[in-house]
């Protein structure tokens, strides 16, 4: 009923840039909060970023800010996550997570989409 599709990632030498997106479509009735999560070979998925439906952003990892910024398009039920200063340490794969309500339902849960790898390498 609700799909999460990403795009965005890629390698890139370090000091590189990349624009994660992230779109879902289906019976959306609304959406809440927005983010994204990353994980490293051999690590635990860790929360990278974090939004709300009026905007309010937060970072979980001190490392991340000022290099990465997360913003959302309500309209095209998007979010993106603009990552700047790319470092070695910043190759993962990177999942978005979007809080949905199914439309015409009282139905909530959280989605995943199916995750897009970043290597950053020279």
């Known amino acids: 009923q609700v799909q999460l599709v990403e795009s965005g990632g890629g390698l890139v030498q370090p000091g590189g840039s990349l624009r994660l997106s992230c779109a879902a479509s289906?019976?959306?009735?609304?959406?809440?909060?927005m983010g994204w999560y990353r994980q490293a070979p051999g690590k635990e998925r860790e929360l990278v970023a974090t939004?709300?439906?009026?905007?309010?952003?937060?970072y979980a990892d001190s490392s991340v800010k000022g290099r990465f910024t997360i913003s959302r398009d309500n309209a095209k039920k998007s979010v993106y996550l603009q990552m700047n200063s790319l470092k070695p340490e910043d190759t993962a794969v990177y999942y978005c997570?979007?809080?949905?309500?199914?439309?015409?339902?009282?139905?909530?849960?959280?989605?995943w989409g199916q995750g897009t790898q970043v290597t950053v390498s020279s």
């Open positions: 997570n979007v809080g949905i309500r199914i439309a015409d339902s009282y139905y909530r849960r959280t989605y």
């Open positions: 289906g019976r959306i009735g609304s959406i809440s909060d």
């Open positions: 939004i709300t439906s009026g905007g309010t952003t937060n």
